[in-house]
Nanobody, 126 residues
Framework: QVQLVESGGDLVQAGGSLRLSCAAS????????KGWFRQAPGKERAFVSA????????IYSDSVKGRFTISRDNANNTVTLQMSGLKPEDTDVYYC???????????????????WGQGTQVTVSS
């Protein structure tokens, strides 16, 4: 059974930093793209960032570019999102996700990802 478990969400002041992690089990995900999305109540789940298997290619949404950094540790089957310069508008539930196939390109649509974690809450106070 495939499981993705996020951790690291917390309450932080604006300008602060957080590190989100997502641990996968039940699948090696060799060659698969891993990503992060976020969602506020009543809103669509939005793309944040993604990374290829090798880590050589990454992509970020315009709203987080320059502030967030995605990385992965394939030996431990984890993906991490380092967030800095946090703003109140970054307050959301953050989800990690994995594509159902091996890929060398970086999808940004929710429908391109098949495996999802349960989410971790990030709250940024002003």
């Amino acid at each position: 059974q495939v499981q993705l478990v996020e951790s690291g969400g917390d309450l932080v002041q604006a300008g602060g930093s957080l590190r989100l992690s997502c641990a996968a089990s039940g699948h090696t995900f060799i060659g698969h793209v891993k990503g992060w999305f976020r969602q506020a109540p009543g809103k669509e789940r939005a793309f944040v960032s993604a990374i290829t298997w090798s880590g050589a290619s990454t992509i970020y949404s315009d709203s987080v570019k320059g502030r967030f950094t995605i990385s992965r540790d394939n030996a431990n089957n984890t993906v991490t999102l380092q967030m800095s310069g946090l703003k109140p508008e970054d307050t959301d539930v953050y989800y990690c996700a994995v594509t159902p196939w091996k890929s060398s390109w970086l999808p940004t649509l929710r429908s391109d990802y098949a495996y999802w974690g349960q989410g971790t809450q990030v709250t940024v106070s002003s």
